[in-house]
């Protein structure tokens, strides 16, 4: 699956949306750094390219609007991160189980895991029970959908 990352309300990696429609693409990983790094999410690029591709938003949304405005502007699957707290983690399984959290062996992966939760973002073998992971990292995990172009400096922006 090919990754595209959103700075400055713009996708950064692509010209145009009808680049990305010329590589004959059907579905995009969508890597909100705005959000992430500053907690401004893209919603109107969401909308946009949700006319023409199925997306996956890594956004980590922290608030059950940013949840349900980010699947309302088009996305599939929505990428939380795991540092939510448990009521926030059991709010949002409560509100679409598309949702995949980004993965280390914490408490609170296994929260999400014992509550339903069943997509992961890793890099790294997932110890857990899971239906789909998507991978950036670079050997095969089993069951999961391999990310390109996956932006190596997201993982070290501290979400705020």
Do not use: Q, W
Request: glycine share 4%; net charge negative.
């Amino acid at each position: 699956m090919l990754c595209i990352t959103i700075r400055n309300k713009e996708i950064v990696d692509y010209a145009s949306i009808y680049e990305l429609l010329k590589m004959k693409v059907d579905t995009l990983f969508v890597v909100d750094y705005d959000a992430i790094a500053r907690g401004h999410l893209n919603f109107n690029v969401y909308d946009k390219l949700s006319k023409f591709f199925e997306i996956t938003v890594m956004n980590y949304p922290r608030t059950e609007s940013d949840l349900t405005d980010t699947i309302i502007n088009g996305a599939s699957n929505v990428v939380i991160n795991n540092n939510l707290t448990y009521k926030t983690i059991k709010t949002f399984i409560a509100i679409t189980e598309n949702i995949a959290m980004n993965y280390n062996y914490n408490d609170t992966c296994i929260y999400f895991s014992e509550n339903g939760g069943s997509m992961f973002l890793s890099n790294k073998e997932i110890m857990l029970p899971y239906k789909t992971a998507y991978n950036y990292g670079n050997f095969d995990i089993k069951n999961s959908i391999k990310l390109t172009n996956f932006p190596d400096d997201i993982m070290d922006i501290k979400n705020k």
